[in-house]
């Protein structure tokens, strides 16, 4: 299973971390080892400022290599949630340095996955949010995607070969904010509740 995320897909995101509006899709993986195990997200010792990314995520039923745009959406039809934890303070470092953004963002526990729901059960234009301790703090639409989720899986098909269980994060809206220890945070597809966790 591969983890493939994509990066500034939202201009008011990339906007509140002053970096570039993409031309591209901006890629970048989680190992396996990455999927949180249980209910509650721990902030690793290396990091004293992890942020939360709220995520639309996408389950691929159907492999393939150089998907066909127009073909894409018949190599998914699962939608569900994810949060991209990224150690913020040493992504920056990273990148200061021109280094890969791994370590921040691919290590163990950094990709929270709720369950996934059936796509042809949700609309065109799919609303989601996060909640931080009943307050919400990000709030996004797919609507607002840079690149939509068939553009998205052509475009990594030529360089990965996608396969039945991959999960693609489709990138977050603004909103990101600091973990704190005791932190619940709580992930809405529409107003169904699919991500709970408590941060530690």
């Known amino acids: 299973m591969k983890i493939i995320c994509i990066g500034r897909n939202y201009?008011?995101?990339a906007k509140e971390l002053n970096n570039d509006i993409p031309d591209e899709p901006v890629i970048f993986l989680k190992p396996d080892t990455a999927v949180l195990k249980g209910?509650?997200?721990?902030?690793?010792?290396?990091?004293?400022?992890?942020?939360?990314?709220?995520?639309l995520t996408?389950?691929?039923?159907?492999?393939?290599?150089?998907?066909?745009?127009?073909?894409?959406?018949k190599h998914y039809d699962e939608i569900g949630l994810g949060?991209?934890?990224?150690?913020?303070?040493?992504?920056?470092?990273?990148?200061?340095?021109?280094?890969?953004?791994?370590?921040?963002?691919?290590f163990d526990g950094s990709a929270?996955?709720?369950?996934?729901?059936?796509k042809d059960e949700l609309p065109d234009e799919i609303e989601f949010r996060l909640e931080k301790n009943g307050d919400i703090v990000q709030?996004?639409?797919?609507?607002?995607?840079?690149?939509?989720?068939d553009e998205m899986i052509s475009y990594v098909s030529k360089y990965f070969t996608l396969r039945?269980?991959?999960?693609?994060?489709?990138?977050?809206?603004?909103?990101?904010?600091?973990?704190?220890?005791?932190?619940?945070?709580?992930?809405?597809?529409?107003?169904?509740?699919?991500?709970s966790l408590k941060v530690r």
Request: one cysteine or more; hydrophobic letters at 35%; proline letters at 4%.
């Open 11 to 13: 201009s008011e995101h």
């Open 39 to 55: 209910n509650d997200f721990y902030l690793p010792e290396f990091s004293d400022d992890v942020h939360y990314e709220l995520e």
């Open 58 to 73: 996408v389950r691929i039923s159907k492999g393939g290599k150089y998907i066909m745009k127009e073909n894409a959406c």
């Open 83 to 106: 949060i991209d934890f990224t150690a913020r303070d040493l992504q920056s470092k990273l990148k200061s340095k021109g280094l890969p953004w791994e370590l921040a963002k691919g």
């Open 112 to 118: 929270a996955l709720s369950n996934f729901v059936p």
């Open 139 to 149: 709030h996004g639409n797919s609507s607002q995607m840079i690149f939509g989720i």
């Open 164 to 195: 039945t269980g991959d999960v693609l994060f489709t990138g977050t809206p603004a909103g990101v904010g600091r973990c704190g220890e005791n932190d619940l945070l709580e992930g809405f597809l529409g107003e169904e509740k699919l991500l």
